[in-house]
């Protein structure tokens, strides 16, 4: 009934008023906060504008500066650096999923250091170490394993992972003591 009503607004608006009455909604809708353009669109999708309205609103509210999509993109990887790092591949995956453009993403992760970089650096903040650490047969065996997982989940190879480990790490022919 909701749908059915707005539908007949929009039925009864001019086009002119129209594109007023969504920019507005939009407008509010980003209020403060910094959204992309995709959210935006989704947004006012799901409100029942037509798609063609929607879409002019949001390049109005780029042009106007409401809507910056690489600021977005800046701020969602800037968020995701140094003990919360993730890799390029997971990262532009986050960035689509929050509406950002493609080729939007791929110009915010050009600034982004490479996996292997990142790698060291949250392993150098988890470690306090600039490496290689030195471990004992048993604990390089098992915190290779844990640091593998870690990583894995923060979207990186496991050909990469493997490599960065094995320098930072080395193994002691000692046994660990018990």
């Known amino acids: 009934m909701k749908t059915e009503r707005r539908s007949i607004q929009v039925d009864s608006l001019s086009e002119t008023n129209l594109l007023t009455v969504v920019r507005q909604k939009a407008i509010r809708y980003i209020g403060i906060s910094h959204k992309s353009s995709g959210r935006v669109k989704d947004y006012l ?19 106007d500066g409401y809507i910056d999509d690489l600021r977005v993109a800046r701020s969602v990887i800037s968020t995701r650096q140094e003990g919360k790092a993730e890799g390029k591949s997971r990262l532009k995956l986050r960035l689509l999923r929050q509406g950002i453009p ?34 004992g047969r048993d604990q390089f065996r098992t915190t290779v394993t844990k640091c593998s997982r870690f990583l894995l989940s923060r979207g990186y190879s496991y050909d990469l992972i493997s490599y960065s480990l094995t320098r930072f790490f080395s193994q002691t022919d000692q046994v660990d003591p018990e």
């Open 45 to 63: 999708s799901n409100k029942g504008y037509p798609d063609s309205v929607v879409e002019s609103v949001v390049q109005g509210l780029k042009q």
């Open 102 to 135: 493609e080729d939007v993403a791929d110009d915010a992760l050009r600034s982004v250091p490479s996996d292997s970089e990142t790698i060291h650096a949250v392993l150098t903040d988890l470690y306090h170490s600039e490496g290689p650490v030195e471990l």
